[in-house]
C-alpha cells in the first residue's frame, strides 16, 4: 500500500523525486555543483579513502559527482519538470550545454 523512491546516488536527486511525487514541476536548484573546489569537501566530514579525483569539462571532480551529473540529466530530459541552476558548477554548465 506505499510507494518506492528510488531517487538516485545523493539526496539533491532524491529531493527532486520527492517533489515530483509530490506535485512540483518547477525546481530552482542551489547547491547542484557537481565538482569540487580545493580541498573543501561537502556535507561536513566524510571518512575513509579520499575520493579520486578527474577531470570533466575543464573542473575538478569526482567518478562519483560526475555520475550524479549524468543522473540529473536523465531524469531532466525524461520528465515534465523544469530546471533552474543557480551557480558556477559542472552541473550548470552541462545543463545550459543539454538545453541550447
Not at 523525486?17 to 509530490?22: K, Q
Not at 556535507?43 to 562519483?64: F, L, M, N, V
Amino acid at each position: 500500500g506505499s510507494i518506492l523512491v528510488a531517487g538516485g546516488s545523493n539526496i539533491g536527486l532524491t529531493a527532486i523525486h520527492l517533489g515530483g511525487i509530490l506535485g512540483f514541476r518547477k525546481f530552482r536548484l542551489f547547491g547542484f555543483d557537481g565538482n569540487t573546489r580545493g580541498n573543501s569537501r561537502h556535507a561536513g566530514p566524510h571518512y575513509g579513502p579520499p575520493q579520486k579525483s578527474i577531470e570533466r569539462d575543464g573542473r575538478k571532480t569526482t567518478p562519483q559527482m560526475s555520475n550524479a551529473c549524468d543522473e540529473f540529466l536523465h531524469l531532466a530530459k525524461n520528465q515534465e519538470l523544469q530546471f533552474r541552476i543557480i551557480g558556477d558548477s559542472l552541473l550548470a554548465d552541462l545543463w545550459k550545454r543539454e538545453t541550447r
